[in-house]
């Protein structure tokens, strides 16, 4: 046993099985979370380039 005050390293099992789950759920996360951007992505451009596209005909009329 360690004497008062000294700190002895504690090491921590961790199975490969469960270590590789974790990596697969957050690989998974990932890349919902892409998807979710890119379709984003898709809908939110052409929506803004036809707001400026309205206003810069408007502007042009006169």
């Known amino acids: 046993m360690a004497p008062y005050g000294v ?16 990596a697969l759920r957050v690989s998974i ?6 998807f979710m951007l890119q379709i984003f992505g898709l ?7 036809k707001v400026v596209m309205d206003k810069v005909l408007v502007h042009n009329d006169t």
């Open 7 to 22: 700190a002895t390293p504690r090491l921590k099992l961790v199975s490969p099985i469960s270590t590789g789950c974790t």
């Open 43 to 49: 809908v939110s451009a052409p929506l803004f380039s």
């Open 29 to 34: 996360k990932v890349l919902l979370i892409s």
